[in-house]
């Protein structure tokens, strides 16, 4: 982040942080962006609010805040390196439905993550939320039953955060206001490879350039929507327990999940 943040302002990029937007208005000439300290004049606005509430009200139903959770164990003697055989350092990640993703560190540290997809209900995104030890808790013995060679070792790091997810796993893209505002949502923990793309659809959306990428279905239709609450907390709640069922049963996959794969719904870690 602080190398993007040195980049834009090298580009003169104007930044201002802890500054929530509060709404859009468009006039015949322009949008406003209105935030409590002031607004922002602009004849286009591109909206990457990532897990925080759509300025676009008719973008809410497509995503949902779910938090992930991250550990990093000191770093591994010679010893223990040899005793787990992972000599290619691969970037790794399991198979399930709800997976772990692990990462071996330049200081032969383990980034351990995934599994749990929490969501609160409403949707609601609080700092607190970030440190679940419950979460942590249960990344650890998950860890030790993957590693149980490495029994003792401590854990130096661990955090987390919100990503914004959809029903297909995947950003979507859509124009408000008469196109003079675009968005992109949706990443579902993939941002770091795919926002460059993303960004590039959508100021080609903006700009109304039609091109390869803005062409493309991914981009021309959005992805089916969650429902509202209650049903979508219900929703996610009953996936989730399924999914769990699945990975127990060898990926066997009962009527309510088969129900969502018809449908072209889901809902993972």
């Not at 004049?41 to 591109?46: D, G, L, P, S, W």
């Not at 938090?67 to 770093?75: C, G, I, R, S």
């Not at 350092?89 to 032969?108: C, I, V």
Request: proline share 4%; with cysteine; charged share 25%.
């Amino acid at each position: 982040m602080w190398g993007l943040e040195r980049a834009c302002l090298k580009l003169g990029v104007r930044i201002f942080e802890n500054t929530k937007v509060e709404w859009l208005e468009r006039t015949n000439e322009a949008m406003i962006v209105h935030s409590p300290y002031g607004s922002v004049y602009a004849q286009k606005v591109a909206l990457a609010t990532n897990v925080f509430t759509p300025l676009v009200r008719r973008a809410k139903k497509y995503v949902v805040p779910v938090y992930d959770f991250q550990l990093v164990t000191e770093p591994l003697t010679q010893e223990q390196l040899d005793s787990i055989g992972w000599s290619g350092r691969e970037g790794l990640s399991e198979a399930g439905n709800q997976f772990h993703y692990y990462r071996m560190t330049k200081d032969n540290e383990i980034l351990w993550g995934g599994y749990d997809a929490i969501y609160n209900f409403r949707g609601k995104v609080r700092q607190e939320y970030e440190t679940d030890a419950e979460t942590y808790a249960h990344l650890a013995a998950d860890f030790l039953d993957t590693f149980p060679q490495l029994k003792g070792i401590k854990f130096t790091h661990g955090w987390g955060g919100a990503i914004d997810t959809c029903s297909r796993f995947s950003p979507f893209w859509g124009k408000a206001y008469r196109g003079r505002v675009a968005y992109v949502l949706g990443f579902t923990g993939l941002g770091v490879g795919a926002t460059r793309f993303g960004a590039q659809v959508m100021l080609d959306l903006l700009d109304g350039v039609d091109n390869e990428r803005t062409r493309l279905a991914m981009v021309r239709k959005k992805p089916i929507p969650f429902p509202p609450e209650p049903f979508r907390f219900i929703f996610i709640r009953l996936t989730q327990w399924s999914i769990n069922r699945a990975d127990e049963n060898n990926g066997k996959r009962n009527p309510w999940l088969k129900l969502l794969d018809f449908l072209g719904l889901g809902f993972d870690s």
